[in-house]
């Protein structure tokens, strides 16, 4: 079989989009191809005194609605055809919610838990100064993924600004608050999450109180996303992280179960009244309204989809569903709310951070909020109407509408020269 070719696979998705959009194909050739990628080599000296040499990228796929923006990943399996996927989906996700950047992602092939604090800093301080041609402010603004965290964005924001003699906050988003990183972005995704629940809820007629939710993954998404619809009344009846899962018929104790998790703790030890426990595949088949993979991606696929009792999918992780399994739960008739909606919150709140250091400015929590959810509300309600006009999923009106704003964005500036 084939090795599975991310970009390959986002290649075809934009081609599905563009055929239902009935799009010629000098409206959209410009967006197969990445504007620029860049490869680098980053020689490091490890705390023994040997040198190492990593590899990384920085692909932009697309400026034409904005300066690219996109995380950077530290992981092993990173490789170009990775970089250039994620890339282009970040193009597609900025589009989906509108915000004014296009696509762009970073990487580095290595196991970052194989590496002292140290060491990680002397790689981000050269990976920075290898891709300083790409990177700005108004150029391409990058931000954690994962194996990433506030403090290499930290050391990626000082590097720069070190080696162009000013402080530039706005290179990257998702820094510490203490220079210059938003409040709210921390939360940003699962709050994102919640406003996206709220929404499709009310397209079907549900009431938080009657519905009932199971959460894969409990870190910065999941466990934030299982908080905030607690606190907003949904009933989490399952959740699970690496070690297992928990369910209870009258509904999770949330804040209890994450300050347990806070400590240190895995699920498979937590102990509470009415708790059954479950394994992870159960967890994806668990009874529940709404199921919300907030773990890793390829979770749901072709030996599980037909075990799911959820009636909608939220995917606050990236890519958990399979694109057979996606093929399952359309014939299903489970609704699906794709991650480039779903999970865009993140993004959303990187723009409001981007946007508060262009202008030294600070907004408040409210302000951070407020936006937020009229940013998300906006958009799950253009992405509905446009599966409703085209009689598509979610994921395709996602796509589309997408694909339908880069286009015309493309159309308007024209082909230089
Ligand atoms: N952090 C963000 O702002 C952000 C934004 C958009 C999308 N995402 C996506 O959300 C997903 C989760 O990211 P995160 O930042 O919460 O990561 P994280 O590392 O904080 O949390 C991951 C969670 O998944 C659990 N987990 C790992 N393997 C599992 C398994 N096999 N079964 C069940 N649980 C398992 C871990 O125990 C942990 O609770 C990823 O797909 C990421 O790309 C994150």
Sequence with gaps: MAKYNPYDNMLSVLESAANLLELEKNDYEVLKYPERTLEVSIPITMDDGSIRVFVGYRVQHSSVRGPCKGGIRYHQNVDLDEVKAMAAWMSIKCAVVDVPYGGGKGGVTVDPTMLSKKELERLTRRYTSAIMPLIG???DIPAPDLGTTAETMGWVMDTYSTLKGHVAAGVVTGKPLEIGGSLGRLEATGRGVLFTVQEVIKKQNLKPGETSIAVQG???VGGMTARLLYEDGFKIVAVSDVSGGIRSEEGLNIPEILDFI??????NEYEAENIVRLNNSELLATKCDILIPAALENQLTEKNAEYVQAKIIVEAANGPTSVEADE????????????????AGGVV????????????????LDRVNDTLQSKMVESFNAVYKMAQDKNTTLRMGAYALALERLVVSLSIRGIFP
């Design 349 to 364: 709140v990187s723009y409001f951070e981007w946007v508060q250091n262009l202008n030294s400015a600070r907004w408040d």
């Design 328 to 343: 399952i739960f359309k014939r299903r008739g489970i609704l699906v709310v794709p991650d480039i909606l779903a999970n």
């Design 137 to 139: 402010p108004e150029r």
């Design 218 to 220: 409990m870190g910065n």
């Design 262 to 267: 806070g400590k240190g703790g895995f699920l």
